[in-house]
């Protein structure tokens, strides 16, 4: 019943680490590129290198940021609850 509670504190979670990890990336490309905004696959002005890069840094940034709030939001839940959210399986086994 618990785990119920958690989802939409999840989603929650989700939606702001969204939002944090899209400034983030935009202050980082400015830092790499010296560019205000990114480029999108279909600038017919930008080159491949350059839109696979941005894509690349960005994928991380998310990928990153999502990972962290997701487990520091497991680890609150089970701090307060004694229960946590997620998969309790042995990965190993």
Do not use: C, H
Not at 7 to 35: E, H, N, T, Y
Not at 56 to 74: M, P
């Amino acid at each position: 019943m618990n785990k119920l509670l958690y989802r939409p504190l999840g989603m929650l979670f989700s939606v702001l680490g969204g939002l944090a990890a899209s400034k983030l990336f935009a202050q980082v490309w400015k830092v790499i590129s010296g560019d205000k905004v990114a480029p999108t696959a279909t600038q017919r002005d930008r080159g491949w290198g350059e839109v696979l890069l941005a894509a690349t840094i960005q994928g991380a940034i998310f990928g990153l940021v999502k990972a962290a709030i997701d487990r520091g939001g497991a680890t609150g839940y089970d701090k307060l609850t004694g229960e946590w959210p997620g998969d309790t399986r042995d990965v190993d086994k």
